[in-house]
């Protein structure tokens, strides 16, 4: 999956849907790709907007979003370090 930041953020990895498949499937190989790479979900929360994936990834911990509004899926995280690791994870995948 091909993954970018949006300029002027650095907290969140976001994911090109070129073949514009349904948000559903894209979340579920987003989550698949995670699990590859050995990353531990520790929560979960499901909010009336988006849903929240509280992960762990080599010590470090991030966040999957889902949002509800047809706006995909996305990776938030204050450290930037585990979205550079993430995102060398989705080149790889």
Do not use: W
Not at 13 to 35: G, S, V, W
Request: hydrophobic share 30%; with cysteine; aromatic share 12%.
């Amino acid at each position: 999956m091909e993954s970018f930041y949006m300029q002027g953020d650095d907290k969140r990895l976001y994911f090109r849907n070129y073949n514009r498949i349904p948000d559903e499937e894209e979340y579920k190989m987003i989550m698949q790709c995670l699990k590859n790479a050995e990353c531990v979900i520790l929560d979960k929360k499901m909010g009336p907007y988006c849903d929240i994936i509280r992960c762990i990834y080599k010590e470090n911990e991030f966040d999957v979003v889902r949002t509800i509004d047809g706006d995909g899926t996305f990776i938030y995280s204050d450290n930037h370090d585990v979205l550079e690791e993430l995102e060398a994870v989705f080149k790889h995948d």
